[in-house]
């Protein structure tokens, strides 16, 4: 991949990382542990316990992308950036633009 086309990457993984992390924190903040006498409007707790399981669920799935992100940008001056880990084939920049964590080109992430 050309150094042009990885630095055009590189701030694409910058900014990705900075929107995951900002989410990060404020899901962090709606699954801390909801207590018993909390006031929750018109939230019955059972409510509020499903939107704990959701966001948690987010919550998991954004700081997994936080580590590919960083790990993205740890290995993106290296030759095997952008190579898929299943075939060897260049990963499509469209891809990698749209999902810069990505280490497996489009077929074999299927
Ligand atoms: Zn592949």
Not at 4 to 10: A, D, I, P, R
Not at 60 to 67: A, G, T
């Amino acid at each position: 991949m050309e150094e042009s086309k990885k630095l055009e990457l590189k701030e694409k993984i910058l900014e990705r990382s900075i929107e995951v992390g900002s989410r990060i924190l404020d899901l962090e903040e709606l699954t801390k542990p909801i207590s018993p006498d909390k006031g929750l409007g018109r939230l019955t707790r059972l409510e509020a316990l499903q939107d704990k399981n959701v966001n948690q669920a987010a919550l998991e799935r954004l700081k997994d992308e936080q580590i590919r992100l960083q790990n993205a940008l740890a290995n993106i001056l290296l030759p095997s950036f952008g190579v898929c880990q299943g075939c060897n084939n260049d990963i499509n920049f469209e891809r990698l633009e749209a999902m810069p964590a990505s280490t497996l080109c489009t077929e074999c992430a299927q």
